[in-house]
């Protein structure tokens, strides 16, 4: 079956770097666009970042545009979302999801992992 695991999730200080990644099993990695969601306490899982299937073409969430890059591994199954001057509004569950079209909705995500934690302390 299919199984998205990420890792990397942690606690930092504001200001501080993380990098989050998530290994892929179970399907064809390479023709999944892959896709990075948070979701913090009491609010609606939002948007931060997508790679399409090759890694050419990347979008990102205004709230975290220049401070986040998202990129992948095809041989390695693998997407990663490094993330620098974290701060506290950064504090959420981090999930990576697979999709077959390239968005930022996340009703086309097919395939999704169990979430990292991340929390930057202010």
């Known amino acids: 079956q299919v199984q998205l695991v990420e890792s990397g999730g942690g606690l930092v200080q504001a200001g501080g770097s993380l990098r989050l990644s998530c290994a892929a099993s179970?399907?064809?990695?390479?023709?999944?666009?892959m896709g990075w969601f948070r979701q913090a306490p009491g609010k609606e899982r939002e948007f931060v970042a997508a790679?399409?299937?090759?890694?050419?073409?990347?979008t990102y969430a205004d709230s975290v545009k220049g401070r986040c890059t998202i990129s992948r591994d095809n041989a390695k199954n693998t997407v990663y979302l490094q993330m620098n001057s974290l701060q506290p509004d950064d504090t959420a569950v981090y999930y990576c999801?697979?999709?077959?079209?390239?968005?930022?909705?996340?009703?086309?995500?097919?395939?999704w992992g169990q979430g990292t934690q991340v929390t930057a302390s202010s």
């Open positions: 790679i399409s299937t090759g890694g050419r073409t990347t």
């Open positions: 179970g399907l064809t990695f390479s023709s999944y666009h």
């Open positions: 999801a697979a999709s077959r079209a390239f968005t930022a909705s996340a009703y086309p995500y097919s395939y």
